[in-house]
């Protein structure tokens, strides 16, 4: 798995953690006393979470993947360790988007990579669990349309409550997650994300449609490298 971070020694990733732990804090009290100076308390409230929001994370992620409850299918498309029958499927988060994605790329590069990470991370699950073909698998994402979702295999199904809320609360982290694949400031349209779910068997019967585009994605991405 290409990974800046995972490929850097423990010193070197604690080195990361430590320096931005302590930007964060220097951000956090600059506000506090802003806020006490200036008397609108909001400022530091906001901050305080906003930050929190962000770097979340970095912190998370790397305690999540050593502990085994998220697993990486490919640098963008990770999972929970499955329950009740059940996998739930996340696309990569601020801290992979940060690590993993080429600056040097374009808005549609970005998209483009982003998307094919995604199906890569996809036919690596579906190999693990082809004799478990009744395993459900659920994801929501801002990214992948509906067109593409049911292509694949996916239908779609309401969202649920709760994780609308997440949403939400983390819009934020997400407003700078959906800028760094669009390279532009880009508010993402919560009112437009999706929740896609299958079986394994569903997803199974569109393996060959799903090896040919991720073979095309990789394939235009590799020769919009080589152009450069």
Excluded: W
């Excluded at 292509?151 to 994780?163: A, C, N, P, Y």
């Excluded at 090896?211 to 152009?227: C, D, P, Q």
């Amino acid at each position: 798995m290409n990974h800046r971070f995972y490929n850097k020694n423990k010193k070197e990733q604690n080195r990361i953690l430590i320096v931005l732990a302590i930007c964060s804090l220097i951000m956090i009290l600059s506000s506090v006393i802003i806020s006490i100076y200036s008397g609108i308390y909001i400022i530091g409230i906001l901050t305080f979470a906003i930050t929190l929001s962000v770097i979340a994370p970095f912190f998370d992620m790397p305690s999540l993947k050593k502990s085994g409850k998220m697993i990486y299918y490919s640098s963008l498309f990770i999972t929970e360790k499955p329950k009740d029958g059940l996998i739930k499927i996340h696309g990569g988060t601020l801290f992979d988007y940060y690590f993993v994605i080429d600056k040097k790329m374009n808005g549609k590069q970005r998209t483009n990579f982003i998307i094919q990470k995604y199906l890569d991370g996809l036919l690596h699950l579906m190999e693990e669990y082809k004799n478990d073909k009744k395993m459900k698998i659920r994801g929501t994402s801002y990214i992948i349309n509906k067109k593409t979702a049911e292509k694949i295999g996916f239908e779609i199904v309401e969202t649920d409550i709760l994780q609308k809320i997440i949403l939400i609360c983390n819009y934020c982290n997400i407003l700078i997650s959906n800028s760094i694949a669009k390279k532009k400031l880009s508010f993402p349209k919560l009112n437009k994300t999706k929740t896609f779910e299958a079986n394994v068997s569903q997803l199974l019967k569109r393996k060959e449609y799903i090896e040919s585009l991720n073979k095309s994605l990789k394939s235009t991405i590799a020769n919009n490298v080589y152009k450069k």
